[in-house]
């Protein structure tokens, strides 16, 4: 806020011809004779000084933003008017030697110590957002307040505020200082210095530079004021030239704009770029920002239920107290957007086709690769089987009287490729498998070995799941040493458990002759402990396979 504005320069005028107002009343009251005009005047000059500063604890309750500042300014306000109120019923009614004109003297000191404490917590407040709250632990400032306030009521009791030497009864004539009056006097002095202080160092907002220079003005005014009062005994009312230099320093800060105010707010919304509007209840129009448009009386009061669509933008309006505000939100970009974005859809929805055809040839594709993959691998793994199967058939179909010999030996060379094709699909698909499918391959696996007069036995002692390739691991074993004895024995028996996570295999071969052996060097045996034990009728073999990984 300029501090030479048309309209602080009125106001600064307006308040200086009411403060000479009211000094000349004074002047004139102590000068006439006539004690009606010097009672007339002597109220007026009162009624000056205390409207001046009701008016200005309202104005602070319409212009300051901050509700935490709001309310301890017009506490400093009430205390000056009830300081002023006082001082008048002191001495302008109570002009006596009576105890309750002492007292009244005494509560000068009530405002003289709260105020400047108040003033300092306003300047704790000033820079911080609107819900700060003071510390609880400066609040407790307020205990040594009260206590130097009790210190001069109690005064009757110590004299050691205020003495009076020729007896209490003409304390108003006759008192001097005592040693403890210089606790309130100085705590009423440092407080004003350090609130003047904190605003200094707290000025620096654009356009407060003439600002600093008012508060020490004010604050060197104060000081050659007490100072003449307290040395030279000036004939001045102490209490308005207080409570004047405690306003205009409050007073300084708010135009400033370290304490926030709504009074630019108007002139604000007014040059502001929001499209919005104010309208009374008669929907007349209070302010109107530059960018807002002009709209009737019919689409207003129609904005009121339902949002209007004008086009380039949508009114809207909201209730407020004392009448509804308006404000316009632009769809112009918002409805290029969605023309921009239908010609789009419009381009895809031409192309679709040739994309979802695209992408069935791609799937279809990928699904062909992954099954030649599969086959691929699947034939690679069980190719020895196949070999040996396309062998069986051709010694079939030429030795006709090994034929059901050679056929049943396809018929268990076929089951293991059958549930080999089985495990192989599932160990793609799942990590773990349940290990009630090993048992299924086996099962299946021996009872085809009845065709060739071997008798089967199996045993299966485990519920836990396993992993897919220890699986396929047990299944291969287990055919590689079948094939490698298929004629060589008359009975097979295995059992399957599962201990410590690995899974145990035991292969018993009843062996038709002997000088059986078994090579022990293939590839599907990797990975596995297997221990093998020869006798002149019988083989056992014992195979362990870790639960989880091979």
């Not at 504005?5 to 006539?34: E, H, P």
């Not at 620096?204 to 020490?216: E, L, N, W, Y």
């Not at 002759?513 to 034990?533: Q, R």
Request: with cysteine; glycine share 4%; net charge neutral.
């Amino acid at each position: 806020m300029k501090f030479g504005s048309a309209k602080n320069i009125r106001n600064i005028i307006i308040i200086s011809v009411i403060m000479v107002c009211a000094f000349i009343f004074r002047a004139v009251a102590y000068n006439t004779d006539d004690y009606f005009i010097a009672t007339l005047l002597l109220i007026l000059r009162n009624a000056v000084h205390i409207s001046m500063v009701a008016v200005w604890t309202v104005s602070i309750y319409m212009r300051v933003v901050s509700k935490q500042i709001k309310n301890m300014l017009m506490a400093v306000g009430l205390l000056m008017i009830g300081w002023m109120v006082i001082r008048t019923c002191k001495i302008e009614f109570l002009y006596t030697t009576d105890t309750l004109t002492r007292y009244f003297w005494y509560a000068f000191y009530v405002p003289m110590i709260l105020i400047p404490l108040i003033g300092v917590f306003i300047t704790m407040h000033i820079g911080k957002s609107d819900d700060y709250t003071i510390p609880a632990k400066y609040k407790l400032y307020f205990i040594p307040a009260v206590l130097v306030i009790l210190l001069v009521f109690t005064n009757d009791y110590h004299r050691l505020v205020f003495d009076f030497p020729n007896g209490i009864h003409y304390f108003n004539s006759d008192y001097t200082y005592g040693i403890l009056y210089f606790i309130p006097v100085g705590w009423f002095t440092i407080l004003g210095f350090y609130f003047v202080l904190k605003l200094l160092i707290k000025s620096r907002v654009p356009g407060s530079r003439m600002f600093q220079k008012v508060h020490i003005a004010v604050m060197a005014i104060a000081v050659v004021f007490w100072c003449l009062y307290a040395f030279t005994g000036i004939d001045a009312d102490l209490t308005a030239v207080d409570c004047a230099l405690i306003t205009l320093l409050l007073e300084s800060a708010i135009q400033s704009g370290l304490i926030r105010t709504s009074t630019n707010y108007r002139k604000l919304f007014e040059i502001s770029s929001v499209t919005a509007q104010i309208v009374d209840s008669n929907f007349n129009v209070c302010v109107r920002s530059a960018e807002s448009e002009v709209f009737t009386t019919d689409t207003l009061k129609s904005a009121v239920s339902v949002p209007q669509n004008l086009g380039d933008y949508i009114l809207n309006a909201e209730k407020i107290s004392g009448g509804y505000v308006y404000w316009q939100d632009d769809i112009k970009n918002i409805a290029e957007m969605i023309e921009t974005l239908q010609e789009t859809q419009k381009q895809l929805s031409e192309n679709i086709f040739l994309l979802q055809a695209e992408y069935e040839l791609k799937e279809n594709k990928a699904k062909t690769e992954e099954k030649n993959r599969l086959f691929n691998k699947l034939i690679y793994e069980i190719s020895p089987q196949l070999s040996k199967a396309e062998e069986l058939l051709s010694l079939a179909s030429s030795d006709e009287k090994n034929k059901r010999k050679h056929l049943a030996k396809l018929a268990v060379i076929g089951a293991y490729i059958k549930r080999r094709g089985n495990l192989f699909i599932i160990s793609e698909d799942r990590k773990k498998i349940r290990s009630r499918e090993i048992e299924f391959c086996i099962n299946e696996s021996l009872a085809n070995l009845r065709l060739l007069d071997i008798v089967p036995s199996f045993v299966f002692s485990t519920d836990e799941d396993i992993s897919s390739e220890s699986a396929v691991k047990v299944y291969d074993i287990f055919e590689f040493f079948i094939e490698a004895l298929l004629d060589a024995v008359h009975a097979v028996f295995v059992k399957i458990s599962e201990k410590e996570g690995f899974i145990s295999m035991r292969m018993m071969f009843g062996m038709k002759g002997t000088g059986c052996k078994i090579l022990t060097d293939s590839e599907i045996l990797s990975g596995a402990d297997i221990i093998i034990e020869n006798s002149d009728d019988d083989i056992i073999i014992d195979v362990r396979i870790p639960k989880e990984v091979i």
